[in-house]
């Protein structure tokens, strides 16, 4: 195939049974939030570019990721690098903040940042992802993690570890911004090239850097210059989230790509993919809506987790129960009654199929052994004494059966497999 007409690079295509672990992975995620009380809301995936501009101009999804265009009306969009911006944009202009408070919010789809394609990186990827609005306590921020983590137990992943930190407020971080800056300048001649800008542009984000590691090891640590709010509201969480068993450790290093963060910030990671690849993060991000016109005062706090990167991380453990499937093959002559056949099983609730390819009967039964447990036979002189043959291909035993027997003997098998 010519290169014009391939996918584009950092793209898949997700196909069977990949495509069925993600509609799972779906299904488990979306099943949690309702346990949970967060309801599914879906926004465009594309939206007008300033609404993402407020995700801070210095971030790498803003400032080099966006896929944005004009389209003919001369509008600028861009495809969502993330849900947050865009659900706080739907809960203002949805006047939620009208709504009883809390409001709980979770939202599955795709993502599109124009990363450099790497394992685990992709230019589309798919996020779960809640919000909560409405709650300025600890306890919010703890429901959030313990949804996150609740996701990914029910994956199979036992025990997440959460990686956790406060990045201050509008009154303790400027006081560490500038106690950062002092410490980095003193050191300017040891930084790499994009911890130089870091240095100009957001200061907070040397510490993220996975070059001048030993460099950061000797900066300030934030907690020593947390007020006393954002000192209480982080041992709170701890206190809460260590009650109900998960296990947090602080990372005094993590302070998120995204600008609107206020206070907690949060991340797991899974052993097998290094501390680069996280499974989800998050954080408070209480000005956010603000920025989008919303109320003076709209706390909020919420996680995205990458769906790809759970089902790399749970790999083969993750399998999905199938439904049974019947494969309703024919002696020559029966192709129309098979199909009709298949189609009534269907109409009763089973996973059917016939032979669309005129195949014989011999064809039919290896196709079928590929794709299904059950093959009903139809055609000859059975047909004609009110009879077909069933086929349980776990065990291979074939019976005959009377034609009006057969959806209960499908409903026995289906129950007891
Ligand atoms: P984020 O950390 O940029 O946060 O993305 C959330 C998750 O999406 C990551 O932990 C990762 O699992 C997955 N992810 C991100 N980029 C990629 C990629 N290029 N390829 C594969 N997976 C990826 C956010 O997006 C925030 N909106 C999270 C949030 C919600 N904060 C508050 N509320």
Redesign the pocket.
Known sequence: MRAEFQKPR?TQDVLPPMSQKMEHMRRIALDCAQRFGYFLVETPVFEQTPVFLR?GESTD?VQHERYSFTDSGGVNLTLR?????A?ARAYVENGMYNQPQPVRMCYYGP?F?R?RPQA????Q???F???LYGSVLPEADAE?ILLACAVVEEVGLADPVIRMNSIGCSICRPRYREALIRYYNQRQGELCQDCQSRLKSNPLRLLDCKIDVDIRENAPDIEEFWCEDCSSHYKQLVDLLSSTGRTVVRDPFLV???D??TRTVF?ISHPSMGSQ?????????DGLATTLDGPESTP???????????LSAVEEKFTISSQMRIYVAHLPGFEGRSLVLAEQLRREGFAAESDLLGRSLKAQLRDAGRRSQVVVIIGGQEWDKGEISVKWLQDGVQTTIKREQLGDWLREKRENS
């Open positions: 950092g995700v999804i690098p993330e849900g947050t911006a659900v993502m940042r990363e685990l990186r992709y230019r990827h798919t996020q992802g809640a919000e959030v998120r790509g995204l609107y963060y991340e690849a996280a499974l989800f993060g998050g954080g408070r991000y909020a706090v919420g996680f995205g987790m990458g769906i790809e990167r759970m």
